[in-house]
């Protein structure tokens, strides 16, 4: 009977646990400034490979990875301070605040103050030409976590700071879960069939950074006293 | 207005006739007393709130009569000696043709202009700590502003300064310090001196914001400058983006005047023939 109790109890704590991993953290929990927990210079896969890049999508990635070795950085338009994009922008190590809003979900990323603002009128947006950051629509699921949907990502930008390559056909599902009030984990789905031979997935882990406030980031001014560009 | 026409590839001709379509027809709305982007797409279903102290939501600057732009505050302002030689001096150069590099055409934030006269619409996001001014659209720029009674005393100066803010009743007072002097005000920059407040106050309706704005900068001005606007609820629109950055075409700076060596462009894309089409050439300080 006590080991029936204790299991029952062992239940219960289990779900209270549950709970405050999500539902119990509220929607509210998701607002703080975030920061990436490890540095994320190239995206793998959930398995740690290489994104499954179609041949010419590949000969394109390793073309920029001769050329960053090569010191040639302009197949990068971070060099100019351009808009990386996304995913980019949410694997630099650099923080970004989320903001959630009736309406709207707002990242404020420090890089250069670009913001994404993912609309949550439950509305089907289509991109009316493709942005840096695209189109975003979010929905909040039962379980508390906020999938976002991002479509119109233009092809200019690379996903991540080792260049690998996209089409404007790129699809981006994040889904966006508190592990705890501390730790933000994203799974991101991406859809690319002119770039992958098939849709892939990738983990990343925030860390609320307590007491952070976003600096006014200017980039060229930046560049201006010898730093890098991002 | 430089910044607009900074698009080279197709896709950028595109967005660049857009840009371009949407200034002249943001002129002409103004001319008729409508200002604003107009080519966003519309996200049906957004209602303006009634409580007066939530502010979230799309709003965009009515016309002011008088005034060709929102931002444009006229040549009558009780400037001071130095401060009116220096927009004096700026409309000269315009007269002649000549483009003054300023921080505003050179892709840095634009502080107080963009508070006092956004011609894209401006998203408020608000939460219980902070309420966020966010224009995404013919300019990016994000303004926080904190609900606190004090700033921090180790404040950073910046191009869009330190702003707190608290309720009076149900008007919002906005209190910002903090400029780097670096910011654009009209036709001439102000001081690190500027000194912004603003009153807000949202209609019964829930449909305008009501603002009144005083800048007080003993540099540039000879006594503190009142201002009145008005902002009125726009419907859900998707929103757009504009990077200043993207395309920093060699063309754009040809004959520009650069008075302050930080805002000499570091990469300068040149129109070439064949693979060399826009090469951007960077030179590191």
Known sequence: MRSGLNLLHGLLLAGVAGLACGDELGRDAFNGVWLIAEDTPALRTLDGELPPLLPEARALYEEHLRRRENGDTYFDRATWCAGVGLPRLLIANHPFEIMVDKRQVGFFFEWNRWVRLVDMSGEELEPYYPMSLGTATGAWQDDGSLVITTKGLMHETIMDHAGLPHSDELVMTETLRLIDADTLESHIRFEDPLTFSAPWETKVTYLRQHGARLKEDVCLDRIKQGLPPI | MTYTFMQTNARGAARAALACACLLASVELAAQGDFGMSAAPPIPGYEPSTDPRDFSGLWRSKPVPGSFLPFVLGGDLPFTDSAKARVEYAQ???????????????CRPTGVNQAIGPIAPVYVLQNDEKMVFIVTDEI???????????????????????????WEGNTLLVDTIGYNGRGVLDNAVHSTQMHMTQRITKSADGRTLHIE???????????????????????????????????????NFAGMVFEEEYLRPVCIQYEGEGEELSRVVCEQP
Request: proline fraction near 9%.
């Open chain 2, 92 to 106: 000269r150069m315009a007269a002649e043709g000549t483009q003054l590099a300023t921080p505003h055409i050179m």
């Open chain 2, 140 to 166: 990016r720029d994000i303004r926080q502003v904190y609900f606190a009674d004090e700033h921090p005393e180790d404040l950073e100066p910046s191009y869009g300064g330190h702003s707190i803010a608290r």
């Open chain 2, 213 to 251: 704005i005083t800048l007080n900068d003993p540099v540039t001005f000879t006594r503190p400058v009142t201002l009145e606007r008005e902002w009125a609820w726009v419907n859900g629109q998707q929103p757009l983006e504009f990077d200043c950055e993207e395309n920093p075409r060699e063309d």
